[in-house]
């Protein structure tokens, strides 16, 4: 397969980053990689579904990443995972004698390994230099439901419309489900017997990177876990801490320990962020240290400088996030030439362990075995959101009154960096916006 056909067909099937970013799948092909890489690091703290997909569609997987290989031209392929994901190892490996150029990489148990640059160095031991994309080195890196995704777009035509979903934390029966897109959070979280309390609230995505949801919030094609914390969990609690109070709280403790900086994970690969000087410059001013604010811009937004490295619980990747926001507005971005120091060569005695990471969360109880479930969740619409890649929004091709069929292209985004959007139910159209579909479930139809 050629890489136009390819990436003409992952565009046209709604293929996306599916790890979280949602970046159009399609783009990423290059004929400049040598290597492609699949990233089955999950190394957010309670994350289950990349290994539980990997164990159970080892070889349509695998079979998909033959073809970006194929079409890229790239000499191997690169399986990224930990060693404690048995299952899915014993599979890779059983099916590895079947594919050319396949091997296996086995992580350290560390936070965040999963960073696409961080994975990379991991992998390959080369360095994505800050402000460069992975394709300078050579490397396309891939989720595995996207690539699980891409095989079915292949070998069956069939557009993306479901998403796998870890859900866990104070609920009764925690698991991975498989759910149509556009369904509610409040849906999803019911296959799983529901929360323990009332006293709850929703974290969509990771512990460390995820953001408060609510139950009516539609599921998306990047959603990867919904996380149910009590309401005064620290972690939840901030999320909802306001930004102007983050920046005061900074202002009248932070002691310049470095312990931020330290541990940052991309400042350990020779990245120039360093979140000290950053706070340093908040609290006295932007204009006091003009390059420590404009190396924020590569933070990763991994959340250890506030979640697990701050002795005094303040917040550096909330503010470095808001600030990055405002300069983005102001249209100021990454620095031209920046600096680039080198992998610390203490860089192994500083990472972050996950059962550490875990303990410091609380969150060790949580966890616990979370069982594979494809059984179809209970509901009576979906609300398809037009902006779930990152891209210009796609524009709907269905009006009010419209019956649909589940796959059926409702959002288009041709011509445009994107990617297309379909109906996940066989429905009627009973809304349309500038930014979703809403579509009334047939009864009795998925």
């Given at each position: 397969?050629?890489?136009?056909?390819?990436a003409h067909?992952?565009?046209?099937?709604?293929?996306?980053?599916?790890?979280?970013?949602g970046f159009?799948?399609?783009?990423?092909?290059?004929s400049?990689?040598?290597?492609?890489?699949?990233n089955?690091?999950?190394?957010?703290?309670?994350?289950?579904?990349?290994?539980q997909?990997?164990?159970?569609?080892?070889?349509?997987?695998?079979t998909?990443?033959?073809?970006?290989?194929?079409a890229?031209g790239?000499?191997?392929?690169?399986i990224?995972?930990?060693?404690?994901?048995?299952?899915?190892?014993?599979?890779v490996?059983?099916?590895?004698?079947?594919?050319?150029?396949?091997?296996?990489?086995?992580?350290?148990?560390?936070y965040?390994?999963?960073?696409?640059?961080?994975?990379?160095?991991?992998?390959?031991?080369?360095?994505?230099?800050p402000?460069?994309?992975?394709?300078?080195?050579?490397?396309?890196?891939?989720?595995?439901?996207?690539?699980?995704?891409?095989?079915?777009?292949?070998?069956?035509?069939k557009?993306?419309?479901?998403?796998?979903?870890?859900?866990?934390?104070?609920?009764?029966?925690?698991?991975?489900?498989?759910?149509?897109?556009?369904?509610?959070v409040?849906?999803?979280?019911?296959?799983?017997?529901?929360?323990?309390?009332?006293?709850?609230m929703?974290?969509?995505?990771?512990?460390?990177?995820?953001n408060?949801?609510?139950?009516?919030?539609?599921?998306?094609?990047?959603?990867n876990?919904?996380l149910?914390?009590?309401?005064?969990?620290p972690?939840?609690?901030?999320?909802l801490?306001?930004?102007?109070?983050?920046?005061?709280?900074?202002?009248?403790?932070?002691c310049?320990?470095?312990?931020c900086?330290?541990?940052?994970?991309?400042?350990?690969?020779?990245?120039?962020?360093?979140?000290?000087l950053?706070?340093?410059?908040?609290?006295?001013?932007?204009d006091?240290?003009?390059?420590?604010?404009?190396?924020?811009?590569?933070?990763?937004?991994?959340?250890?400088?506030?979640?697990?490295?701050?002795?005094?619980?303040?917040s550096?990747r909330?503010?470095?996030?808001?600030?990055?926001?405002?300069?983005?507005?102001k249209?100021?971005?990454?620095?031209?030439?920046?600096?680039?120091?080198?992998?610390?060569?203490?860089?192994?005695?500083?990472?972050?362990?996950?059962?550490?990471l875990?303990?410091?969360?609380?969150?060790?109880?949580?966890y616990?075995?979370?069982?594979?479930?494809?059984?179809v969740?209970?509901?009576?619409?979906?609300?398809?959101?037009?902006?779930?890649?990152?891209?210009?929004?796609?524009?709907?091709?269905?009006?009010?009154?419209?019956?649909?069929?589940?796959?059926?292209?409702?959002g288009?985004?041709?011509?445009?960096l994107?990617?297309?959007?379909?109906?996940s139910?066989?429905?009627?159209?009973?809304?349309?916006?500038?930014m979703?579909?809403?579509?009334?479930?047939?009864?009795?139809?998925?």
């Amino acid at each position: 397969m050629k890489l136009e056909q390819l990436a003409h067909i992952m565009k046209t099937h709604g293929i996306i980053g599916a790890g979280g970013a949602g970046f159009p799948s399609g783009t990423k092909l290059n004929s400049k990689a040598d290597t492609i890489i699949l990233n089955c690091a999950e190394c957010e703290p309670l994350f289950k579904l990349h290994r539980q997909l990997l164990a159970t569609y080892t070889f349509e997987i695998m079979t998909a990443l033959t073809h970006v290989k194929e079409a890229v031209g790239a000499k191997q392929v690169i399986i990224a995972l930990k060693p404690s994901y048995k299952e899915a190892i014993d599979r890779v490996n059983y099916y590895l004698p079947s594919f050319n150029d396949f091997r296996i990489s086995l992580l350290p148990k560390v936070y965040p390994v999963g960073d696409e640059i961080i994975l990379i160095y991991e992998t390959t031991g080369r360095v994505v230099k800050p402000g460069k994309l992975p394709i300078t080195e050579g490397v396309i890196v891939y989720n595995v439901e996207t690539m699980l995704n891409t095989y079915y777009a292949i070998e069956e035509d069939k557009n993306v419309t479901e998403k796998y979903i870890t859900i866990t934390g104070e609920i009764k029966n925690p698991g991975t489900f498989k759910v149509p897109v556009g369904i509610t959070v409040a849906e999803a979280v019911a296959l799983t017997g529901g929360a323990k309390s009332d006293d709850c609230m929703y974290l969509g995505g990771g512990l460390m990177t995820g953001n408060v949801v609510y139950p009516n919030d539609p599921i998306t094609k990047k959603l990867n876990a919904i996380l149910v914390l009590p309401k005064n969990s620290p972690i939840i609690q901030k999320r909802l801490a306001n930004p102007a109070i983050n920046i005061r709280k900074a202002m009248s403790i932070c002691c310049q320990c470095r312990s931020c900086t330290d541990l940052c994970s991309r400042n350990l690969l020779g990245y120039p962020i360093e979140p000290h000087l950053f706070m340093r410059a908040v609290t006295k001013g932007m204009d006091s240290d003009s390059e420590a604010v404009l190396n924020s811009f590569y933070c990763s937004q991994c959340g250890l400088c506030e979640l697990y490295s701050c002795p005094q619980d303040l917040s550096p990747r909330s503010i470095i996030n808001k600030v990055r926001a405002e300069l983005r507005a102001k249209g100021v971005s990454t620095p031209e030439n920046p600096k680039f120091t080198g992998v610390s060569s203490d860089r192994n005695y500083k990472q972050v362990q996950m059962n550490r990471l875990r303990s410091r969360l609380g969150v060790t109880g949580y966890y616990v075995p979370a069982t594979l479930d494809e059984k179809v969740p209970d509901f009576k619409e979906v609300k398809i959101m037009l902006n779930q890649h990152i891209g210009p929004v796609a524009d709907a091709v269905v009006k009010k009154g419209d019956k649909v069929t589940c796959g059926q292209l409702i959002g288009t985004t041709e011509g445009k960096l994107g990617s297309d959007v379909h109906s996940s139910v066989d429905g009627t159209v009973i809304a349309v916006t500038d930014m979703y579909v809403i579509i009334k479930r047939r009864s009795g139809k998925k």
